[in-house]
């Protein structure tokens, strides 16, 4: 029965959603992580809240014109998926990049359900963004297509409706173009995006959040294996936020980050990563990872960032873009005898990769927990722009900490009481299920 019930959801996912391959992933894993749920409660069978909350209550597509600094007209392609509200307002972040399609941002967006719910914040699931490509372009061409994309945005979001904040191609300089044009739209001054900059609502922590969030989950993982991050060696991927502050974080705990990449290939520097000079190359001058090897002669540069799991390390912290890691790179990790891994990017591991890790006793966060410090500090400046007040960087932070070893908590809690053998990925998804599918049961069909 329970294969079947796996294999009825895909049939009516992958019918109804043709070639959208991220999504089908995404979903087919949190089937079958809670499979043991709906066998042991049949209301939710019969309620079909599965199936419900497989299918977005909200899809919004649209055009985006903007005019480059050549005077040319381009055109892109704007989405907004509002996946479920039944804990609180759809949040999620705004990827711009040029693989963004439907099929992407609704693997995103139904991830965000579960991610959100682990939270401990009442925040439900909803993902964004265009095919939009921010690199290369001028600061007043970004401006131009971020107000075109908030002008058809702005009617469908607010801060009790539905909250976006960054991601890939989405930082502090998009977030702030949007927010000025929402607000002139609107005439109000509210909290509709976070990850402003601190001068206009944003929190402090927040840059660092989900870098940060990353590390403090991890950190219980290690300590489930009698261990910490003192001496350890790690290799991140990426270069981005996520990885930039996992690294600060990782550095500051005892560890050395040995490794980071960007997409035309990866830098080692066994003295450990000089975290001053990536995040100038990558934030100031928004260069490429293979400039540092120009300052620091003792660095290695490698094309192609895919061997960078070849890294011997015994922490890695995949945090580029998803489905990165693949069944060699888990191998490569298994033989250089890696104790933890955790997800800093949305589902970065393949499911191959994955069954390894669990098959070779690797502790394995996956990103919907490991990775929910952003939308958890998110969430934390949505309270501060609600109430007009302004926590200091001590207090934030130690309510990340709070909720990502409660996070932590949930998972292992989850997977023991559906004997999951400490498995991860099913107590995620088991835990953030049952909230959002008791709240749907409690508020009927609708």
């Known amino acids: 029965m329970a294969s079947q019930f796996t294999e009825s959801i895909m049939e009516i996912t992958t019918s109804r959603n043709p070639a959208e391959s991220e999504f089908h992933q995404a979903v087919r894993e949190v089937a079958e992580s809670v499979e043991p749920v709906i066998a042991r409660h049949p209301e939710l069978a019969r309620a079909k809240v599965l199936e419900r909350m497989i299918e977005p209550e909200r899809q919004v597509m649209f055009r985006v014109p903007w005019v480059d600094d050549k005077g040319n007209v381009q055109v892109n392609r704007g989405f907004r998926v509002e996946f479920n509200s039944a804990i609180g307002p759809y949040k999620g972040g705004l990827r711009f990049h040029p693989s963004v399609y439907l099929g992407i941002i609704k693997f995103l967006g139904f991830e965000q359900i579960f991610k959100n719910a682990l939270t401990t914040t009442p925040i439900g699931g909803g993902k964004g963004g265009s095919d939009f490509d921010p690199k290369g372009k001028s600061d007043m061409e970004v401006m131009r297509f971020c107000q075109s994309f908030m002008s058809e945005l702005f009617r ?4 009790d409706t539905d909250v976006p904040a960054g991601d890939i191609g989405v930082g502090g300089r998009e977030i702030g173009y949007m927010f000025g044009q929402y ?12 990850g402003k900059g601190l001068d206009y609502g944003g929190s402090l922590v927040r840059t660092e959040a989900t870098g940060y969030g990353l590390i403090y989950f991890v950190t219980e993982m290690l300590k489930a294996r009698n261990t910490d991050w003192n001496e350890k060696k790690v290799v991140i991927s990426g270069s981005g936020n996520v990885a930039i502050y996992a690294t600060k974080k990782a550095h500051e705990l005892g560890a050395k980050v040995v490794a980071l990449s960007d997409s035309g290939g990866y830098i080692v520097d066994e003295s450990g990563i000089k975290l001053e000079t990536v995040r100038r190359i990558k934030e100031v001058e928004r260069g490429r990872i293979s400039e540092y090897v120009d300052e620091h002669p003792n660095a290695q540069y490698t094309e192609g960032w895919q061997g960078i799991w070849t890294v011997p390390c015994d922490v890695a912290l995949p945090c580029a873009t998803q489905n990165e890691l693949d069944k060699s790179a888990a191998e490569a990790l298994v033989k250089n005898n890696c104790i933890a891994v955790g997800e800093g990017a949305n589902m970065p591991s393949t499911p191959e990769a994955v069954d390894i890790f669990l ?8 990103a919907k ?5 952003g939308v958890a500090t998110s969430a934390l400046e949505m309270s501060q722009n609600a109430a007009r007040l302004n926590w200091t960087f001590e207090e934030v932070d130690n309510r990340l900490k709070i909720i990502m070893k409660s996070i932590y908590t949930q998972c292992v809690e989850a997977s023991d009481e559906y004997k999951m053998n400490g498995n991860l990925v099913a107590g995620a998804n088991i835990a953030g299920f049952l909230k959002v599918a008791n709240a749907m049961n409690a508020q009927g069909v609708v």
């Not at 469908?156 to 801060?159: E, L, T, V, W």
């Not at 607000?183 to 976070?194: D, E, R, S």
């Not at 098959?359 to 996956?366: A, E, L, R, V, Y």
């Open 359 to 366: 098959d070779n006793n690797i502790s394995f966060g996956p």
């Open 183 to 194: 607000k002139k739209l609107t005439n109000t001054f509210t909290g509709v995006l976070t």
């Open 369 to 373: 927990a490991a990775n929910a410090g």
């Open 156 to 159: 469908h979001i607010g801060p």
